[in-house]
């Protein structure tokens, strides 16, 4: 079955150390994307990428990083600078890219990682 | 700029009673609107979608939701709730001019009560 897959589940981070969440989609979408979700906070965006190797910052890029090279794959990691990491993280992906076209294309996701603190 | 308001943070139903969680949105021209509803510990699942044409939209589930133009709402409606439906539930917006981007609603908890 198509979808996408999130991995590890569940993400332990020590201190000062950098850790890479795993995001696979065998939807053959174009867009990829990473959310982090609080409670009480909705989804915010982290980053975006509408083709292999390229993407952009989203509302709350600081202290995180990803890489896009290739289609199937958005990794994210999160650094040592970001100073409040706990969190759910969702990936998602959607089919089209560029401007219009496709925005009423609907965004599928996965099952999340849930990161926390050592 | 677009944005997306649930004004409920939490609702509370009691199983077989009808429910409507709201949405507004705020966007110029026509937006594309969806639904999505997310059990603990687990990622989003799409309910329901609107593009265009028919503003009463049916999606799984049993839901639907209906565009209204003149209220900038896209309200989610249920006629009879099942304990199964208790989860989170987030409007979302997508839009021309945001190219890839969506922007979500702060979401809805639901509870169902026996």
Request: contains cysteine; hydrophobic residues 30%.
């Given at each position: 079955?198509?979808?996408?897959?999130?991995?590890p589940?569940?993400?332990?981070?020590?201190?000062?150390?950098?850790?890479?969440?795993?995001?696979?989609?065998n939807?053959?979408?174009?867009?990829?994307?990473?959310?982090?979700?609080?409670?009480g906070?909705?989804?915010?965006l982290?980053?975006?990428?509408?083709?292999?190797n390229?993407f952009?910052k989203?509302?709350?890029?600081?202290?995180?990083?990803?890489?896009?090279?290739k289609?199937?794959?958005?990794?994210?990691?999160?650094?040592s600078?970001q100073?409040?990491?706990?969190?759910?993280?969702?990936?998602a992906?959607?089919?089209g890219?560029?401007?219009?076209?496709?925005s009423?294309?609907p965004?599928?996701?996965?099952?999340?990682?849930?990161?926390?603190i050592? | 700029?677009?944005?997306?308001?649930?004004?409920?943070?939490?609702?509370?139903v009691?199983?077989?009673?009808?429910l409507?969680?709201?949405?507004?949105?705020?966007?110029g021209?026509?937006?594309?609107?969806?639904?999505?509803?997310?059990?603990?510990?687990?990622?989003l699942?799409?309910l329901?979608?609107y593009?265009?044409?028919?503003?009463?939209?049916?999606g799984?589930?049993?839901?639907?939701?209906?565009?209204?133009?003149?209220?900038?709402?896209?309200?989610?409606?249920?006629?009879?709730?099942?304990?199964?439906?208790?989860?989170e539930?987030?409007?979302?917006?997508g839009a021309?001019?945001?190219?890839?981007?969506?922007?979500?609603?702060t979401?809805?908890?639901?509870?169902v009560?026996?």
């Amino acid at each position: 079955d198509g979808g996408i897959t999130q991995s590890p589940k569940y993400l332990f981070r020590k201190e000062g150390q950098n850790v890479t969440l795993s995001c696979e989609q065998n939807l053959n979408h174009d867009a990829m994307y990473w959310y982090r979700q609080d409670p009480g906070q909705g989804l915010r965006l982290i980053y975006y990428s509408q083709i292999v190797n390229d993407f952009q910052k989203g509302d709350i890029a600081e202290g995180y990083s990803v890489s896009r090279e290739k289609k199937e794959s958005f990794p994210l990691t999160v650094t040592s600078a970001q100073k409040n990491p706990t969190a759910f993280y969702l990936c998602a992906s959607r089919w089209g890219t560029g401007e219009g076209a496709y925005s009423n294309q609907p965004q599928h996701f996965g099952d999340g990682t849930r990161l926390s603190i050592l | 700029a677009q944005s997306v308001t649930q004004p409920d943070i939490h609702i509370t139903v009691s199983e077989g009673a009808s429910l409507e969680l709201r949405c507004n949105y705020s966007y110029g021209a026509t937006p594309y609107l969806f639904w999505y509803v997310q059990s603990p510990g687990q990622g989003l699942q799409l309910l329901l979608k609107y593009f265009s044409g028919d503003t009463l939209v049916q999606g799984i589930k049993g839901f639907e939701a209906e565009f209204k133009r003149s209220q900038s709402s896209f309200n989610l409606r249920k006629p009879s709730v099942h304990w199964s439906d208790a989860a989170e539930y987030f409007c979302a917006v997508g839009a021309q001019n945001t190219g890839n981007q969506f922007y979500f609603g702060t979401g809805t908890s639901l509870t169902v009560i026996p």
